[in-house]
């Protein structure tokens, strides 16, 4: 018979094959927490009197997020609350939304919802229906909702912005940029990100030692309102490519993953030192939003649909 | 022997060979034990588990492509 490693409770839930551990629920619950903290104390993630935007869709990934950093905000460690960006895609967003809401309502978390129609003029279906549109949505996606969650985290006065990438996210962009030879992305994966303008918010990451099948397990576990779906714009892509490749690796290799993170975080600080540019950051003159050109990209993203 | 299967909201029986796995079961559903979570009754339970007759067994998918 099973036994918790931790308790000896036989009701086990989980064998973590990297570490051979057997746990119950009650155990699994806590050592996650206990990692995901660790996770923020290792690589300086949160000083307390922090005040944490948490980006949160309703995924499993940033209602985890939100649900550990929850008990730092009710032991006074921190500020929190969270930013949910309504994208408008047609019979997907919406329940995200909903779970999100449901879930700081429960915690009495302030929250702030916001969508790329009130921002933009147009949601993201809009967008994919036009015909000027030179990108495929995950681009137009990820640097609309980055502008709006980083303007609001600056007006809100928070000092970070939580995201939910976890363990696999992460090596499967360490192993993506690094395929691609794109090194300037590659040196920029972290906990944390060293924000080129005071104008951006600190992002961190404190998941990305769990893999993604544990925050799944996690978040039922917990009894979490989470929406699991699939976003109808996640078609074939290299990272997903990559993210089944290191899956089938990770069968027989249950510590690969690991292996790659603590690899690549240990070269890191060389690669840096190579290859790290002087980027020259000024003003978008359109928005005012920090810009590496003339215009930052979504100002540029949106000039290009309006012609 | 037969089980009850919960799948993307539809649940169906099912005749499984006795002492099936869990993750036998998925795998004849094409289904990765990599990407969901199981729950015999309310319990959790991990996917080397063994099947009894009647069952009800619900399969949550918690990882989606991209």
């Known amino acids: 018979m099973k036994k918790c490693t931790k308790c000896g409770n036989e009701q086990v839930i989980i064998r973590r094959k990297a570490s051979g551990q057997t746990l119950c629920k009650e155990c699994f619950i806590e050592s996650t927490t206990l990692k995901v903290l660790r996770t923020i104390r290792k690589n300086r993630l949160i000083e307390r009197g922090d005040k944490v935007a948490v980006a949160l869709s309703g995924g499993k990934d940033s209602v985890m997020v939100l649900d550990i950093l929850n008990s730092l905000y009710k032991r006074n460690i921190i500020d929190l609350f969270a930013i949910t960006i309504d994208e408008g895609i047609e019979g997907y967003r919406k329940h995200g939304v909903d779970i999100a809401i449901k879930n700081t309502k429960k915690l009495g978390i302030e929250h702030r919802i916001e969508s790329f129609k009130d921002y933009f003029g147009k949601n993201l279906d809009d967008i994919m229906a036009d015909r000027r549109r030179e990108h495929g949505a995950c681009t137009y996606c990820g640097v609309l909702r980055r502008w709006i969650i980083n303007k609001i985290a600056r007006d809100e006065g928070a000092t970070k912005i939580a995201t939910g990438h976890n363990l696999d996210d992460e090596t499967q962009a360490i192993l993506m940029n690094y395929l691609e030879g794109n090194i300037d992305n590659l040196i920029r994966i972290g906990a944390k990100t060293e924000p080129k303008s005071d104008k951006f918010t600190v992002k961190i990451k404190p998941l990305r030692e769990i893999p993604e099948k544990e925050v799944g397990l996690y978040v039922i576990a917990r009894e979490l309102e989470v929406h699991f779906g699939e976003c109808p714009y996640s078609g074939e892509s290299f990272r997903g490519e990559v993210g089944r490749f290191v899956k089938e690796l990770s069968a027989d290799h249950p510590t690969i993953m690991y292996s790659i993170l603590r690899g690549f975080d240990k070269i890191k600080p060389a690669l840096k030192k190579e290859f790290s540019k002087k980027d020259n950051i000024a003003k978008c003159i359109k928005c005012g939003e920090p810009a590496s050109h003339e215009l930052c990209r979504t100002c540029l993203f949106l000039r290009k649909l309006k012609r | ?66």
Do not use: A
Request: without cysteine.
């Open chain 2, 1 to 66: 022997m037969e089980v009850t299967v919960i799948y993307n909201k539809t649940k169906q029986k099912k005749e499984i060979q006795e002492n099936s796995t869990i993750k036998e079961m998925l795998n004849l559903m094409g289904i990765s034990s990599e990407t969901v979570v199981v729950k015999r009754g309310n319990e959790i339970v991990m996917d080397e588990e063994k099947l009894h007759n009647e069952d009800v067994i619900e399969v949550i998918r918690v990882i989606y492509g991209g």
